[in-house]
């Protein structure tokens, strides 16, 4: 497996995280990136639709989900800082937030292909959070 | 009690959030403001001090809590978007970073100025964030 | 007048950034997290109405200018790391935001509350940018 | 070319933004939140750093670009609510940022590798933000 740029400098910082495996926080800092991203440009996409009325929902959750999503990968990416007690609510913060957001997104699905990306930028980055959880534990 | 801009925003929104009590919202809204400032503030400061090498701890303790507070700020501001399962563990969140910034800086205080202050600022946080955990059970 | 907690701490930092007047950077640190937050509150309110329809653009000139103002604030916050290169683009960036969420928040102000407070945020937001600018020079 | 998520998703968006070609966007959305990542992860490894005294430039400045890619990301998002008042001085903010982060960077890259990747992210960063001001002329 290739490293990302992101994996490549958490490897050469002199502070180490609450994670032992440098590759799970690393796909952890670039799901959650990857998640504001995706759904910072769902929420507008949907304030775009005919049927805006209809998605007020999913513009809500999407923009809870983009804050989070942002914080999270910007404190991951620090692991000198990395603090358990800060981290792990944070997590759980973020994964309900995913889990909402993909929810919403996931019943528009097969109507807005913006949607349908959204949700499953959610699931990844559900599951990066959840596998650095379990990996403090 | 004269009610604060956001305060009064809160009041005219047709969304009731989270809390019942949109002084206790409002409050939390405004210290976690005001903290992300202090703590960016405070970073950048002990940054300047010759003893930099002596307060990296704290310059950490800064950037976590300024972040996290900034995105509490932002989506307790939000009443139509909050959800208890996502609001809970946020709160948690920067309430264990409020206290470790807080403890971190008040061992500078009588040293640094703006160490007291931001000690100062994240206790209102955390007792405004607090307050807020209370009023959702 | 009195000192803000913000003007305390950038009167106590080791150092000095672009604004020679700190009264003048304080405020507009306390009026671009006053507009953040305000233009947040805003969005959300406006996803409640009952006709979201008409002010999707409304929503949008909110989170462009909360995204913008919160950024804004936060780098002023460390006048260690001023850069007038950054700071002056950065600034217009804010203002003219600001001026574009304002104009659309005044067309619904005799209608909605949270929209006549919004608009006042940000042309606060907008006048503790310009006279920053004007200190620059 | 293979379309990243968030190029799939500007397709699939209603609006279309200032810039007629979504390749471009897409990679400058890729490219900020990179840095952003990059930035935040360089300025917390050399806090790690034995030299802490002799980087606060660094850090100072990783931090600087940090937050205004990030902010840059999560707009240049949003083609629905994008005004070229706001985004051009954002996007030469965001220029600004990145030269001044990589010049200072690039210092330190023969030392410190986190240092080598972070000039790197930020180049990149300032190449797509180039592209997509060209594109608006």
Known sequence: MTRTTIGAMLASSPARGIAADLDLLGEAVEAAGACAAACSACADACLGE??????????????VCAELCAATASLLARPGAHDADV???????????????????????????????????????????????????
């Open 87 to 137: 981290l792990r609510p944070l997590l759980e913060a973020c994964i309900a937030a995913c889990i909402a957001c993909a929810e919403e997104c996931e019943r528009h699905a097969g109507m807005h292909e913006h949607c349908r990306l959204c949700a499953e930028a959610c699931r990844r980055c559900e599951t990066a959070c959840r596998d650095l959880i379990a990996a403090l534990d």
């Open 50 to 63: 005919p049927t805006t009325a209809e998605l007020v929902r999913c513009i809500r959750s999407d923009l």
